[in-house]
């Protein structure tokens, strides 16, 4: 029930923010929308308090049921609420509906309202709002070059796109001689020289621990091709490529990045059964593609920047586009992101993940871009266990069965051109073609 106590009004503040998003897909009509305007107002404020209105309008299909998002950027905290149901968790505010004002019909509106306490020195307006997950986000919503296509009739993309194709590009070993091995030894003696090298991996590989590999290398694996027991590891290098091989029950990490190693391109490789990490990276890696993969019978899965006190050495680098990946039933880190800005996640496939999906954390920006959820009751959030909340823009995703995402903030601008392949056709054109054996190389 709304307070009936009041104080003398110090300052009176509107904020609105007209924030408009089209063509964002759920699949559930009930909650969709497509677009939505909130004006968000602080009607009083005195010592150690204030009152916030909000109103919603919805600009999409009717919906049946609504939940609105914002995060605070200054410590405010919700006390009492009505004509919503509000809860918090740290700096992030989830209004619900209550029976009497579920249903909004395209156009149609709703307000609630609250009180909060605050620090009495900076009372910040909430810069983004989310409508049943759909991202309101007008004119801070990132730019990019991108174009949509139609479901593919021919075998999957097989190009680079993304973060590698920048800085010079990825080219790993070029045109250099195909050297094929199948042995450990074999395997460490070719990653490890410092001449530009195409290595082929036939049949298995048994090793253990971490394999370095040098600048300028390719390493493709021929039909069948696994490493069983160890990883990669790159490590203030650049230039390499990681393409269709199988890992299995590595005992660190499949490929780990860092130390400021540039110009990644990983590749139609299959991860399962590992101790640590499929693909981390960190401490100032930058420049990086990580393309369909699928990851299976695996817990953490991908993490951007390995800790919350290496902004000095990560600030500014750990730019990785995430896209047609393959999260079968892996649990978490997909990715979990600190610092890097702009990562770009999209038209990836999570599929029954239990933990979550994406984390954008300390001050991180992700996008996440025409991604298909299924089963994923946490498909996007801020923050993450004792990391604080980096941004994340959400926009055209597709999601099945899933919760609604929590978004805020603003991202840097996408540099590079791509295709975004539909959202409602992101899994059967990533099943069908992510994974090692899926291409010819």
Not at 35 to 49: K, L, M, P, R
Not at 261 to 281: E, L
Not at 402 to 423: F, K, L
Request: contains cysteine; charged residues 10%.
């Amino acid at each position: 029930m709304r307070s009936s106590r009041r104080r003398p009004i110090l300052i009176t503040a509107t904020a609105t923010a007209a924030l408009l998003v089209t063509s964002a897909l759920t699949a559930v009509t009930a909650h969709a929308a497509t677009g939505c305007a909130v004006t968000y107002s602080v009607g009083g404020q005195w010592q150690g308090g204030f009152t916030g209105n909000v109103t919603v309008t919805n600009l999409g299909d009717p919906i049946s049921g609504w939940t609105v998002r914002w995060s605070f950027g200054a410590g405010q905290q919700v006390t009492e609420a009505w004509n919503a149901t509000v809860t918090q968790s740290g700096s992030s505010v989830t209004a619900t509906n209550v029976s009497y004002n579920a249903g909004l019909p395209t156009n149609g509106s709703t307000s609630f309202g609250f009180n909060g306490t605050w620090n009495n020195s900076s009372n910040p307006t909430p810069t983004s709002f989310t409508l049943n997950g759909v991202t309101c986000t007008g004119g801070v919503a990132p730019t990019g070059n991108p174009t949509t296509s139609a479901p593919p009739t021919s075998p999957p993309q097989t190009g680079l796109v993304g973060w590698a194709t920048q800085n010079g590009g990825t080219t790993g070993g070029g045109s250099a001689t195909a050297t094929t091995v199948s042995s450990a030894s074999a395997l460490t003696s070719a990653a490890s020289s410092t001449s530009p090298a195409v290595i082929r991996i036939s049949g298995t590989i048994t090793c253990s621990g971490m394999l370095r590999v040098r600048s300028n290398k390719t390493i493709l694996g021929n039909a069948g091709a696994t490493i069983a027991g160890c990883g990669f590891n790159i490590s203030g290098d650049r230039n390499v490529i990681i393409r269709n091989i199988t890992f299995r029950d590595w005992d660190d990490d499949a490929v780990n990045v860092e130390q400021s190693a540039t110009n990644v391109w990983i590749d139609h490789n299959t991860f399962t059964n590992g101790y640590d990490g499929t693909v981390d990276i960190k401490r100032g890696a930058d420049f990086i593609t990580v393309s369909w993969n699928r990851v299976y019978n695996h817990d953490k899965t991908m993490l951007l920047g390995h800790s919350d006190d290496n902004g000095s050495q990560d600030l500014g680098h750990l730019r990785v586009t995430y896209h047609h990946n393959w999260f079968d039933a892996s649990t978490q880190r997909h990715p979990r992101v600190r610092f890097g800005n702009p990562v770009h996640v999209y038209n990836n496939y999570y599929y029954n993940n239990s933990g979550y999906g994406v984390a954008s954390t300390m001050s991180a920006g992700v996008l996440v871009e025409s991604n298909y959820f299924e089963n994923v009751k946490d498909p996007y959030h801020l923050g993450e266990a004792a990391s604080g909340p980096g941004s994340l823009v959400a926009r055209n995703n597709y999601l099945v069965n899933s919760g609604s995402g929590q978004t805020g903030g603003s991202v840097a601008s996408i540099p590079y051109p791509y295709t975004v392949d539909s959202a409602s056709s992101v899994k059967s054109i990533v099943t069908g073609g992510a994974g090692a054996g899926r291409i010819s190389v």
